[in-house]
């Protein structure tokens, strides 16, 4: 089946600790992108990808780091440094078109909570 | 900046009853696209619709419609007939020609909680 997968899909992560989320997908997407969603919220852009070994700041990106060393995964590194990680996080990948963006796919969503 | 506007936090609703979800947008850009997503409980967004700025005609899908008015800048939703598998969060987002200095940023409302009951 061709789509995005998020593991794992529920995180627990004590104060302190530097914790991945993975972000693979099989659609052949160009771009990656991460997503920070808080209760009654919408989403924020985290990090965004458009080719392998090329990461941008999204607008939260503190706190936060990615890598891009394959076209299917973009995992996402959640550092000591965020002091508020607990949230819903997306991953969302898209096609990249000369003439405008493709639209965004979303993965499952992984929920951080830190203890 | 670019900015989405959705003014309802939530509506509640009976079965069988038309929705209308109302969505305003904020842009500089003569080129944009307009989405909307369905965030049902399990918690994964889904895609609904895309937009273009230059593409005016509303638009159906079963019972789903959308209303883009240019000139007050909206782009609404409704649901006809409603059910209560419609019920969710649903999101209007905004991707403009240079959005932030990516030609790819997706801005989203804060999102109107749905609810259909039986």
């Known amino acids: 089946d061709g789509g995005i997968t998020q593991s794992p899909k529920y995180l627990f992560r004590k104060e302190g600790q530097n914790v991945t989320l993975s972000c693979e997908q099989n659609?052949?997407?160009?771009?990656m992108y991460w997503y920070r969603q808080d209760p009654g919220q919408g989403l924020r852009l985290i990090y965004y990808?458009?080719?392998?070994?090329?990461?941008q700041k999204g607008d939260i990106a503190e706190g936060y780091s990615v890598s891009r060393e394959k076209k299917e995964s973009f995992p996402l590194t959640v550092t000591s440094a965020q002091k508020n990680p607990t949230a819903f996080y997306l991953c969302?990948?898209?096609?990249?078109?000369?003439?405008?963006?493709?639209?965004?796919?979303f993965g499952p969503g992984t929920r951080l909570t830190v203890l | 900046a670019q900015k989405v506007t959705q003014a309802q936090t939530e509506i509640s609703v009976v079965e069988k009853e038309d929705v209308t979800l109302d969505c305003v947008y904020e842009?500089?850009?003569?080129?944009?696209?307009l989405f909307w997503y369905k965030q049902p409980p399990s918690g994964e967004l889904v895609f609904l619709i895309r937009?273009?700025?230059?593409?005016?005609q509303n638009e159906i899908s079963g019972r789903y419609s959308w209303n883009f008015q240019k000139s007050t800048s909206s782009f609404n939703f409704t649901i006809t007939a409603s059910q209560v598998v419609d019920s969710a969060v649903y999101f209007c987002a905004l991707s403009g020609e240079n959005s932030g200095g990516s030609n790819y940023k997706l801005t989203f409302g804060k999102g109107t909680l749905l609810t259909v009951n039986p």
């Open positions: 842009t500089r850009d003569t080129t944009y696209y």
């Open positions: 969302a990948s898209a096609y990249t078109l000369a003439g405008g963006p493709d639209t965004q796919y």
């Open positions: 990808s458009q080719i392998v070994n090329d990461f």
């Open positions: 937009r273009n700025s230059f593409d005016e």
């Open positions: 659609l052949n997407h160009d771009a």
